[in-house]
């Protein structure tokens, strides 16, 4: 029926990433608390393990390997730093790298993917605005053909890597109206770079988790974009943009587990120590249900995430449909953030009071996941997906 | 350059722990690993072979079929071929079994210019198998050895490490080089690409029949030493912890030490 | 012969696969099976509720070995002198010759080794063999091996003792697999039991010891690391037979040249292996430069500066100090480990200490596991104030 084991190569991958997260990545966590964009190193540490191009076509200097290969990249990135920062950075930059590389031209892939496979600069999603989250067709930022060239109005808001962008180069993918009165059937799916690009205005807010890596917006303001930034054809951006969500959102519900699986252990080796009324706490049937429950979870979840990311590339070799990748992904994604935060709330419960304090690690994960109910998707999106899915398209709400 | 470097699969000894109240050895969860001497070793062989301009790097062990991760993981490192000797035969070996075993398998890949190992293993740390498996072959060997050189007329320029310094030495192929990695040495973990290149290399398995040799030196047959028993190092007693803060404990430690002041003055 | 899983009375409760120290079983459909990697030290026979594991040893051969006599030490030098390990290695052979009522035979091959015959008998041995040539001054694996290796089959001992330092841990395992006998690294307990020379050793990093024997083959071999085995009293007035090896050696057969001797350690200062106190550093030193706080000491209390491997690797320290299981073995009257957490790796480097002190800020830290006094407390306050204690007190008299 089914071999639910990973192959050979995969799992030397996971011995391989592990040990490059246990002697790179973790020892560089401790400085994530105090930035609010990702440090260089950090950065080129990924581009040399060759993580920042895993899904691309080698001829733009990726590896070509498949999704799941990438979701064991991102759990593994999640337990090595329990504030999601890092596997945020390497989630949007594989999913969106992915889509410039499916639907960019020659000229734009040759331009933007070397560099940024080689950590020099970045790859971001900008949809979001201030008052247009899930409701893409009646977003404000419009674009319109001058000449050869596009020009971009409009603003840009809750956006991650802004800060990264401003500092190392690289841009984001955007989606514009080109069509308004079409609504969905009429936006652009394009390149925006941040970096010296007369018309942008960053600006920066504090979220309350994943620190270091920015959350921001910009203004644009009569921004100016060759023709070759224009990704697929002109008013199916809409439909493109989708792909791109699927794979972050099959990268997500990786990132969710991860973290939550480190937060588990983190848990276990806790209640094996920790002594109430003369025993290990972890001694106490209350405290083994929980356990128990968060374990089958996770481990569920990981099922869940892995079998998205492995229909994902099913579909990429015509083996499956778009609506088949659509449905696995939200099923995912739909749980990922609640099972993985309940699994990690509960860890901070055993610790108590130290639990609720910022020296506790698992804390970080905590408040980092949180933001996976929302983040390429939110999570009555996901459960919109699988009701159409299970009920057909005339059911469609909002329609 | 025909090199063949002999690696080995080990439980991470830094990782290890004893159970204090059973005083038996803890091993859950404990990774096995390629021998870290071995890592190095098999990343010099690559060097020499690529600066040298042909040639190729074989890798062998003798273990069990979980071994083959620690021979994926060389191939992943640069090494051009593998070999797995592995066989319930050689359960029980002793050095000198393991050193038969591999000189038999080394016998049957062919000629070759040099024979490589780390140093030691850190689960073993005998350091015997380099040196009895060149006696075996009739070759001659360097052990400690911190640095190679090769000129193209393949003359060998090596440091040997001593206990006050090193010795340059000179020396001719064949040869076997038990190689100590750096103080500064760390693994590079080998990144996807090369993983993926290492599944294409040829990787072979043999059985003791296979390797040929007279059966009777393999295993524990084979083996001069055995282990009789295992148990955990006896402790050495309680530890008297001086309270107090830093210059008042201070004081305590200097009375403790003055109890030596013969030895201290000398 | 070997090992074997009783089927019928296995019931897979996995009791043995917990004390495996190689993870050499694992449970098949409720039975336990026994891997390749087995070494047969028959722990789990002893911890098998059902009797369902039989070891059986290989049965001692016929061979009459009663000819094989007497304990040797290979003896080696420093620029032409007898290396302090060779009398600890002299004390051991005594000891365990005495046991067997036998005699020590010591074996020196060097440029010029006569001069140091009656050095070596003081320690109780009673024939030494020396192989006196000009292509012996420096040490060469076939030379060397090669006279040995001669020495011995005509020879016959019993026992033959190396010490575990580079030569040693050259020269011992290429004599062992020529002879084809076993060969035991690293002994830190050599006895006789039941005839047999009793080889006891760290293995796994030092986290476990084993017993060793080697029952059929003749010399039984073994390595002992220096600062182990302990120096007995020397005794002036015994003397020791000499004889004379001849010396056949083809300088032109030598495929291994020495092109450069370098010293890199400090000549005159007295290294670790000598000194009687020993102040260590760790990664709580935190700097290069901080270790100035141990010199300073060492400088008040004669004692010589180590360091644990986190020291080292990082620079701090040159390899030439470390003290631990890749490192050396000390065993010093006292041994001071500040900020060092102890690891096993650490400890079997400095264990066979006489008088062991921590000071760490972690109360967690394995040190104090072996310690026998210490501080949980920071040693950038304790060591300076105990250097000025310890100058006050001392320059009182």
Redesign the interface.
Known sequence: MVDYRFTEEQELFRESIREFCASEIVPKTEKLGEVRCMPEDIIKALAKFELLGMVIDPEYGGLGTDTVTAGIAAEELARADLSCSIPVLFLVGTSWGHVIDKYGNEEIKKEILPKAIKGESIIGIATTESDIGSDLGNMKTKIVKKGDKYVVNGEKMYISGVAEAMEYGGGHVTLARMTPEKGTRGMNMFYLPLKDTPGITPTYVEDIGREAISCGGFDIKNVEIPKHYLLGEENKGFYYIHEGYELARGLISLVCAGAASKALENGIAYIKERKAFGKPIGKYEGIQFKLAEHHVKIQALRQLGYKALWTYDQEIQGKASRFDVSMAIAMAKSVAPFWAIDAIDDVMQWQGAFGYTKECEDQKAWRAVRSFTLAEGSSEIMKLIIARELLGKEFLAYR | MKIIACVKQV?D??E???DPKTH??V?DG?P?ILNPYDHYVVEECVRIKEETGEGSVTVITM??PQAR?AL??CL?LGADEAVLI???A???S???AT?YALAQAIRKIGSFDMVFCGQQA???????????????LGI?????VEKIEIDDKQKL?IHK????????????VP?LLALLPP??F??E?????S??K??KKPFNVWDAKTIGGDESRFG??G???????????P???E????EG???D???K??E???K??A???? | MGIEIVLDKCTGCGLCIKVCPFAAIKVKDKKAEIEANCTLCGSCVDVCKLNAIILERPKPSDKDLSEYKDVWIFVELKDQEIKKVGFELASKAREIADTLGENVGAVILGEKAKHLCDDIAAYGVNVVYIAENENLGEYNTNNYAGILTGIILKYKPNIMLFPATHLGRDLAPRVAAALEVGLTADCTGLSIKDGLLLQSRPAFGGNIMADIISPNARPQMATTRPNVMKIQKPDPSRKAEVVSIPVDLDSKATKIVIKEIVKTAKSGAKGLDEADIIISGGRGLESAENFKILEDLAETINGVVGASRAAVDVGWRPRSDQVGQSGKTVSPKLYIACGISGKIQHQVGMKGSDTIIAINTDPEAPIFDIADCGIVGDLFEIIPALNEELKKNLSKD
């Open positions: 439980p000894t830094t290890v722990k004893v038996t050895l091993r404990v096995s273990g069990p991760s994926m993981r992943a592995s066989d319930k050689f359960a029980g002793d050095t000198w050193a850190i689960d073993g740390d005998t350091a015997q198998v380099g040196p009895e498996l060149a006696q075996q001659p060997q360097v052990t400690y320029t490490q001593t206990e006050d310094g090193y010795h340059i030495l000179e020396a001719k040869i103080t500064s760390q693994p973990h080998p990144p996807m690409s993983i993926l290492a599944k524990l047959d083996s001069f030493t055995q282990v009789i028993k295992t148990y955990t190092p402790s050495r007693g530890c008297e912890l001086i803060d830093g210059k404990a201070a004081k430690l200097g403790v030490l003055l030596h002041e030895l201290i003055k000398r």
